[in-house]
């Protein structure tokens, strides 16, 4: 059986060691130098779900995620294609911790600037993390209960 090529709105199921988890592909790479966008539901389930709308409907987190390649290794399998909303855009501001300093950096995913900050407001703490997640440490976040606004 053919791989079915990537599109907006995929879900797929990733296995763990505590139950199933889902992602659900929101933004295509435009070339090489990039990685699939995906939203990462928190919740993991021990059986796949009677309707996948249920999952999707749950709390989540973006992160980049090499999608295209988990699927061809089968890290990853499909579920089903659920579009995306009409008015859907990903989010513009990610965080990461400071690398050279203590706090935090808002990076502007169009500009690419960044904003360094000590602390974190409620609200920069829903933030979702800027770089790439690889499906190592996608599942040991799973395992673990990781949550954006505990990553504090």
Known sequence: ????????????????????????????????????????????????????????????????????????????????NVPLPKDFSCPRYYRTEHMFDSGWQIIDSKTWKRESVEVLTAEQKKISPWGIWNDTLLIENLENNWRLESWA
Request: a positive charge; glycine letters at 4%; aromatic letters at 12%.
């Open 1 to 80: 059986m053919t791989k079915k090529k990537l599109e907006l709105g995929d879900v797929f199921e990733i296995e763990t060691s505590k139950g199933k988890g889902y992602l659900q592909c929101v933004k295509l790479p435009k070339d090489t130098s990039e990685v699939e966008k995906v939203k990462v539901f928190y919740h993991l389930l021990e059986q796949k779900p009677k309707t996948i709308k249920d999952v999707i409907s749950e709390e989540f987190y973006y992160v980049d995620f090499p999608l295209s390649a988990a699927y061809k290794k089968k890290i990853v399998s499909f579920v089903e």
